[in-house]
């Protein structure tokens, strides 16, 4: 689940609670055993009616969810794992009862079942993250080597010969992804196709485009490059970095259906060469965010602030 519950979900579980236990104190028992803190359920008035008790204990929760993660958490989770509704079976309309129990759980699971993979992969970047920082840090040379890099980049910051900046910027970039162990290639010509290079990461092949140009990079270049990472074989994504940014009608364009890259900028360069995140975890949360979102231009300030 991920850390905000989306509204039908929210009305989902109201909605199972006030199925699935008929009776008040039978609620309560299930409810006891789910929260941590009993406070949450001495807050609420046991005189009022079922739904209304209900709603009032979810709204508690998700008013403030940092809080009650924990507890919106298991509730979710035990309401889910209801499979039996034999106590229902018991009351009069027992079987329009427990159908109806039966369809309100089952609504719940289809609803947080993709939070709950969503959050998964999240964490799994988010450790991964974690351990490459570590990593990092117990690696004297490769962070000595990183600094070199970006030793090299800023030289190339307050440079006035443009051709030759573009070129050391492919070395660079080269030497970042052959640190980071992503079997680079570098640059090459493929039936007069310039590709800046190439690399591999968790059985994708990325081609490698860089530019460093005062204007925006635009959707003709977007589109040009696009090109080049379509006529590879299926399993092949397009990595894009503009030191100055993407033109908006080019992002726009090519976050739609279909997408075959992702976008870099010059922020992103900064935030790997000051080790405030790997090159790698970078460039899998961008996909997870183009994945989910169709956006392929996900900036790392973005990414700190979420």
């Known amino acids: 689940m991920t850390k905000r519950l989306a509204p039908a979900a929210i009305v989902a ?3 199972a609670l006030c199925a699935v236990y008929w009776y008040k104190a039978d609620l309560r028992s299930f409810l006891q055993q789910c929260l941590s803190n009993p406070i949450v359920l001495a807050r609420l008035n046991w005189d009022s009616y079922k739904r209304q ?26 309401v889910c794992g209801i499979s039996s509704f034999e106590h229902l079976l018991q009351l009069e309309g027992g079987v ?32 991964r993250q974690k351990r490459a920082s570590e990593k990092l840090r117990a690696n004297v040379a490769v962070r000595q080597k990183l600094e070199d890099i970006k ?16 070129y050391e910027l492919e070395r660079i970039m080269y030497d970042l992804f052959e640190l980071f162990d992503l079997d680079p290639k570098a640059s090459f010509r493929n039936t007069g196709e310039q590709i800046d290079g190439a690399f591999s990461l968790d059985g994708t092949d990325y081609l490698f485009e860089a530019k460093w140009q005062q204007q925006l990079v635009n959707t003709s270049e977007l589109d040009a490059f696009a090109g080049k990472v379509r006529r590879k074989l299926e399993n092949t994504l397009g990595a894009f970095l503009s030191i100055n940014g993407f033109s908006q009608d080019g992002v726009t364009l090519h976050s739609a259906s279909g997408a075959v890259m992702l976008l870099m900028d ?6 790997i060469l000051e080790e405030r995140i790997d090159f790698i975890s970078l460039l899998l949360r961008k996909k997870r965010h183009a994945a989910q979102t169709g956006n392929i231009y996900l900036q790392f300030h973005q990414m700190a602030s979420a």
Do not use: F, W
Not at 151 to 166: E, F, P, W
Not at 266 to 271: I, N, P
């Open 13 to 15: 579980l109201k909605e």
């Open 53 to 78: 008790i209900v709603s009032d204990l979810v709204d508690l929760l998700v008013t403030n969810q940092e809080s009650h993660l924990g507890d919106l958490t298991r509730l979710c989770s035990e």
């Open 96 to 127: 329009q009862k427990s159908e109806r129990a039966k369809a309100a759980v089952s609504q719940l699971r289809t609803l947080l079942t993709p939070h709950q993979e969503a959050q998964k992969q999240a964490d799994e970047i988010v450790e």
């Open 151 to 166: 030793s090299r980049y800023m030289a190339l910051v307050v440079s006035q010969n443009v051709q030759a900046r573009g």
């Open 266 to 271: 010059g922020a992103d360069l900064m935030a």
